[in-house]
């Protein structure tokens, strides 16, 4: 059984940055990880996508070149490294592990495990 622990979130201003940790316990070195988030009164929406060895990445357009994905399997820990950050950012943050080696996905569907959340608030 695979369980995610995500920690990192907080209350930060536009323009700052962020970065967020999920910790895994159980064998998910193997496995595509991914970042979504959710506003209130929205659907979960994709942020960024990990294959198992950290070499294919995916983003959503809205965080491209805003948001870095990275992975250390030695340490079971995918980390969302994010910078200008804007107040429409602001939601809860969940971690995904998807027992798949590659392409990493990007429908919440395609994952298998989910962790609870982080919340993050960027003010203006």
């Known amino acids: 059984q695979v369980q995610l622990v995500e920690s990192g979130g907080g209350l930060v201003q536009a323009g700052d940055s962020l970065r967020l940790s999920c910790a895994a316990s159980g064998r998910t070195s193997r496995y595509a990880m991914g970042w979504f988030r959710q506003a209130p009164g929205k659907e979960r929406e994709f942020v960024a996508a990990?294959?198992?060895?950290?070499?294919?990445?995916r983003y959503a357009d809205s965080v491209k070149g805003r948001f870095t994905i990275s992975r250390d399997n030695a340490k079971n820990t995918v980390y969302l490294q994010m910078s200008s950050l804007k107040p429409e950012d602001t939601a809860v943050y969940y971690c995904a592990a998807e027992r798949t080696f590659d392409p990493p996905g990007r429908l919440s569907m395609s994952y298998d495990y989910w962790g609870q959340g982080t919340q993050v608030t960027v003010s203006s």
């Open positions: 990990i294959n198992w060895t950290g070499r294919n990445t």
